[in-house]
């Protein structure tokens, strides 16, 4: 995961778009130099986030720097907007030339701290489909991690995953209740027991508990362990990142 840079207009920002850029690519570098196998791009920066929608100087400014990143790599590339615009990422994705989003509140809502999040599976699809963009495939998070899911309390995660195939999504991501905290085993299995799409896991993954999930998942989403300290807003240490390729690689 690259943490993009604090972007313009956001209350974080205050380099320019062109040093932001630059200091994306150099991440995206040294990830590909370790040997990761994709990457993702997000706006984790920009807090306090907004709710279902950005302005349009956040969808060019992310475009600009994920096509940078992705012709620089060419490897299999993502994007994330925070939060839960996942339309907005689509159009992003699409310009950029990226393979897929990851999209916060596909199926079922939940509560966030920017508030009430809805199923955006329906408005969303037919979006990719009205631009051209049926390519890029959307990666789904299920109870996500920020969240409060009381109001689908009797839905399980496993069913959720379940909609989140039903509503035709690409992959499913399963995380910790917080950024740094792994998920639960538990969860894990009831979601691959529940559908037949790719398991990712997109929190909390760390080289000395990545042994754990190798038979478990199809793929992790690795940010805070790649960095200085295992703080998700630290600097790429390829030392750490090395260490967990060789973990899941075996070498």
Known sequence: MIHVGALPGTPA?????????????????????????????????????LRGGVGPEIVAAMAVIARSVKETTRLPCGVQILAAANSEAIAVALAAGLDFI????????????????????????????????????????VKKKHS???ITADVGIGATAHAVEFMRGDAVIVTGSVTGEAPQLDDIRAVKHATRLPVYLGSGVTAANVGEFLGEADGFVVGSEFKAGGQWSGAVEPRRVKRFMAVVTGR
């Open 102 to 141: 990851r999209a916060e509140g596909f199926a079922f809502a939940h509560v966030a701290d920017e508030g009430v999040i809805q199923s955006s599976a329906a408005a969303l699809l037919r979006y990719r489909r009205a631009i051209g963009a049926q390519h890029v495939q959307v990666w789904a998070d």
């Open 148 to 150: 409060s899911h009381a």
């Open 13 to 49: 920002g205050g380099r320019s778009l062109r040093e932001i850029e630059a200091a994306a690519v150099r991440e995206a570098k040294l990830y590909r130099e370790a040997g990761v196998h994709g990457l993702m791009l997000e706006n984790m920066h920009d807090s306090p986030y």
